[in-house]
Nanobody, 126 residues
């Protein structure tokens, strides 16, 4: 079992940057595929980016080239660097974990795959 806590959200002007962080409570984090999702009221939660146990990444088309996911295995942290932010990026951003998994696990942008979620951090772009 792993608990996730997001931070780093806030208000920023269009074109600006934010760096979201997610801290996992357990060293088991190293055996979990991780992801960032976002959701706005009235819409389904959508996958933003994923990272597997080896650091391979996957991005939704609408953030490719602007957002970058990374993970720090020594400190159980997950990050999302968001650049060139647009108003349509405004949403609650969630950290998610899928696991424990094996090294060969393939990540997914489907929210149903993930069994652990943080409480979210709000991002507002104006």
């Amino acid at each position: 079992h792993v608990q996730l806590v997001e931070s780093g959200g806030g208000a920023v002007q269009a074109g600006g940057s934010l760096n979201l962080s997610c801290t996992a409570s357990s060293n088991e984090y190293r055996t979990y595929c991780m992801a960032w999702f976002r959701q706005v009221p009235g819409k389904d939660r959508e996958g933003v980016a994923t990272i597997d146990l080896e650091g391979n990444t996957k991005y939704a088309d609408f953030v490719k080239g602007r957002f970058f996911i990374s993970r720090d295995y020594t400190k159980t942290n997950l990050f999302l660097q968001m650049n060139s932010l647009k108003s349509e990026d405004s949403a609650m951003y969630y950290c998610a974990a899928d696991g424990p998994r094996t090294v060969a696990a393939v990540t997914s942008l489907n929210a149903q795959v993930y069994n652990y979620w943080g409480q979210g951090t709000q991002v507002t772009v104006s």
